[in-house]
């Protein structure tokens, strides 16, 4: 099974801010990677897929990169409404689908 | 508008079983995959089963292999996930969610809750 790791664990940034949160998948996933929002008691929402694709309705401030096993999350000027916890997925291997553990963002 | 409707869950003994829902509406249910996810109280996200459109490819997490069941109507645009044996580490939210074109998981349901505790 392909594990990801997802790095920090708990984040917190300042409004405008530009945040960054990292994914390593343990080989290769040829960009199967999606990311998701969860506020909290909600449901989770993709944001991107194909590892740097904008899910429909996705605002542009959110972008997605990397290739190989490292991955990342970009949010730019970090809005109140940003504050949830991120998820990474990979789909390239499958079964098991595999998530990361999750990143907390929240304000300072 | 896509919506996926969980339903079943509540406060089972460890042992029993217990059979989810997932009502469909918005889009040819026919047409597509779909999994169940489950997330325990505070915890991430946990892939547990898929089923193929037509129900020829299942496919389960190996934490709940030969405990769980997945299953569909299609004529019904109903998911199911039948649980059996169920361990107090089965305790989670549960969702349903399609599987985009492009790759993830584009919808999901609201969730319902499983709570095996004696």
């Known amino acids: 099974d392909i594990q990801m790791t997802q790095s920090p664990a708990s984040l917190s940034a300042s409004l405008g801010e530009t945040v960054t949160i990292e994914c390593r998948a343990s080989e290769d996933i040829y960009n199967g990677l999606a990311w998701y929002q969860q506020k909290p008691g909600k449901s989770p929402q993709l944001l991107i897929y194909n590892a740097n694709s904008l899910h429909t309705g996705v605002p542009s401030r959110f972008s997605g990169s990397g290739s190989g096993t490292q991955y990342s999350l970009k949010i730019n000027s970090l809005q109140s409404e940003d504050v949830a916890s991120y998820f990474c997925q990979q789909y390239y291997d499958y079964p098991p689908y595999t998530f990361g553990a999750g990143t907390k963002l929240e304000l300072k | 508008e896509v919506q996926l409707v969980e339903s079943g869950g509540g406060l089972v003994q460890p042992g029993r079983s217990l059979k989810l829902s997932c009502v469909a509406s918005?889009?040819?249910?026919?047409?597509?995959?779909m999994n169940w996810i489950r997330q325990a109280p505070g915890k991430g996200l946990e892939w547990v089963a898929y089923?193929?459109?037509?129900?020829?490819?299942?496919y389960y997490a190996e934490t709940v292999k030969g405990r769980f069941t997945i299953s569909r109507d299609n004529a019904k645009n109903t998911l199911y996930l039948q649980m059996t044996s169920l361990r107090s580490e089965d305790t989670a939210l549960y969702y349903c969610?399609?599987?985009?074109?492009?790759?993830?998981?584009?919808?999901w349901g609201q969730g319902v809750m499983v709570t095996v505790s004696s």
């Open positions: 089923i193929s459109s037509g129900s020829s490819y299942i």
């Open positions: 969610a399609r599987p985009d074109r492009g790759g993830g998981f584009d919808y």
């Open positions: 918005g889009f040819t249910f026919s047409n597509y995959g």
